[in-house]
């Protein structure tokens, strides 16, 4: 709050104090502020000042470069600021730098491709000698970028003044800053084949504080092996493919299984990456975990189902609450849905790439479903019509009606590529409007690519209606179809002459967002006293 520069202290000098008062204190000095003398005696008054007593705690002489300042600017502060606005403008930076310092510190970034290499390593620097403020408040670290100082190739070592300036950093300071981030509770790593990543490892995995770890393959090798097993006692632990898309080795399955046996409190897996499998060999869920260890996982994300004859590790989650799976594989996929059926299993969560009639009569077993996600809610083929139209909307949704909060359903290039239009029908929407408990809700809104604009208008007429009447509903989404799954069909224009000509009943009616793919909207009143669907950028 006090600053150096002389043109803050302009709101401190009113008009007489510029007159007067200014004439009359010069006087009193008589030339002397020049004097070092003076100077010590104001910064020694102004020290005194700020080693008082504010509320019931004494406070320690204040050491910041408010003392460094000009003592002509010193001396002025201490004829117009009175002694108790110094005292309150001392607590107040106090109360400032308590509530700051953990938001501030709370989550940090290393990048040397955003920050510059010298600034990382100065920050590197700082960090290893574990007095820095992120030592302490630091709970979450984003590992970006290292490459100046773990691969030469890609950095200026001929020049000797960068040269001397990194190498120091790479050899003495990347693995004491990391374990001095001693209460540092979650990390993303972005992994790069030439990231000292076996270092960087034993630093990280000595942080006693360490319980979620995500690590995104953005470049690797085929024959690399990361070392999970140096980590233990994690809550949570994704692995990512990342810009890496080639299945990563085999061998280190077993280091993954000895991170899981490790973390008896694991209660969250996300394996998202694929492994190479050597045939006959075939990698399956059994292989993760221990032949005789309880799993208390209770939030599990894989891209690949691993089922197979092998189902011992499924039997034992009886913990599992949420399951994100694409349940593609008819044979192993369809053996899993019965042996949650038998086990009495209840998902409170599900997100599936792909529907089936297995995974239909396994949600007609229970209610109680509070999140359901299916990102291929409509596919070719007149067995996959029947199951989104009839079983999902007029078994499943009503079984779960009074627990579920999430809903979402999604095209994608599949209905596309067969040439088929499809839009809500008043079947779907009376099904969809008895989930009274619905916060959020995501449906299809067409899929012809000619006429999206207008298949797109004839979605929100019947579908924004039907959701005003859902007295929780805070979020609702419409999603058109993706073009090889990248793509969307239409974008900002298309939205806003879809929902130009929409008109509402009233913003009381819709407490909720309204999202067009990636475009938010919000309902304004208009000139005419009518009520309109407007693009919202906040």
């Known amino acids: 709050m006090l600053s150096s520069s002389p043109s803050k202290w302009k709101i401190l000098l009113s008009g007489r104090a510029e007159g007067d008062g200014r004439k009359e204190h010069e006087g009193e000095l ?48 201490m004829f117009f600021v009175p002694k108790s606005d110094l005292c309150a403008a001392r607590a107040t930076c106090y109360q400032l730098g308590e509530m700051l310092q953990e938001r501030f510190f709370g989550e940090i970034w290393v990048d040397c491709v955003k920050h510059g290499s010298r600034r990382t390593g100065a920050f590197f620097r700082q960090l290893a000698t574990g007095k820095s403020r992120a030592s302490t408040f630091t709970k979450t670290l984003h590992i970006v970028n290292l490459v100046p100082f773990t691969h030469p190739a890609q950095s200026e070592w001929q020049n000797p003044d960068i040269d001397s300036h990194l190498r120091p950093i790479q050899q003495n300071f990347v693995a004491p800053a990391f374990k001095a981030l001693r209460n540092v509770t979650t990390v993303h790593w972005r992994l790069k084949i030439s990231d000292p990543y ?16 995500h690590v995104y393959f953005d470049r690797w090798a085929r024959d690399a092996v990361f070392p999970f097993d140096k980590f233990g ?27 899981i046996a490790g973390s008896p409190n694991l209660r969250e897996l996300g394996f998202m990456v694929v492994p190479r ?94 999140e359901l996600v299916v990102r291929e809610a409509h596919v070719a083929g007149e067995v996959a019509r029947e199951i989104v139209h009839s079983r999902l909307f007029n078994d499943v949704l009503p079984m779960h009606r009074r627990s579920l909060r999430k809903l979402q359903l999604q095209f994608t290039r599949l209905n596309l590529l067969s040439g088929e239009s499809w839009t809500i029908d008043q079947e779907v929407l009376s099904s969809v409007a008895g989930c009274r408990e619905l916060r959020e809700l995501g449906l299809p809104a067409s899929c ?32 058109p179809p993706l073009i090889f799954r990248q793509w969307p069909m239409f974008d900002l224009a298309d939205a806003e002459a879809a929902a130009s000509d929409i008109v ?18 919000k309902v304004s009143k208009e000139t005419d006293g009518g009520y309109r669907l407007v693009p919202d950028s906040r």
């Open 277 to 370: 499998t050597t045939q006959p060999q075939q990698v399956t869920f059994d292989d993760f975990f221990l032949p005789d260890a309880p799993i208390l996982i209770s939030a599990l994300h894989i891209s690949s189902s691993f089922t197979s004859q092998r189902m011992r590790a499924w039997g034992l989650l009886d913990k599992l609450t949420v399951l994100d799976i694409p349940n593609a594989d008819p044979l192993g996929d369809n053996a899993l849905w019965k042996l949650f059926a038998a086990k009495g299993l209840q998902l409170q969560a599900l997100k599936i790439t792909y529907f089936s009639q297995k995974l239909v009569d396994y949600l007609m077993t229970y209610d109680g479903l509070a």
């Open 233 to 259: 006692g994690l809550q949570r632990l994704f692995i990512h493919p990342g810009g890496y898309t080639d299945p990563i080795n085999c061998e280190t399955i077993p280091s993954i299984r000895k991170l």
């Open 30 to 77: 008589g030339g002397g502020l020049k004097d070092i003398r003076v100077k010590e005696a104001l910064s020694s008054k102004i020290a005194r000042v700020f080693a008082g007593k504010t509320g019931e705690r004494d406070r320690p002489v204040q050491q910041s470069s408010f003392l460094d300042m000009p003592y002509e600017l010193l001396d002025r502060v």
């Open 504 to 521: 509402v009943e009233g913003p009381a009616q819709y407490s909720f967002e309204i999202w067009l793919d990636d475009h938010r909207f």
């Open 198 to 213: 076996g270092t960087m490892c034993d630093a990280l995995a000595g942080t006693a504080s360490l319980r979620n770890l």
């Open 448 to 479: 012809d690519i000619v006429d999206r604009v207008s298949d797109l208008k004839v979605a929100l007429c019947e579908i924004v209606p039907v959701a005003s009447t859902l007295p929780y509903l805070r979020v609702l989404r419409l999603f």
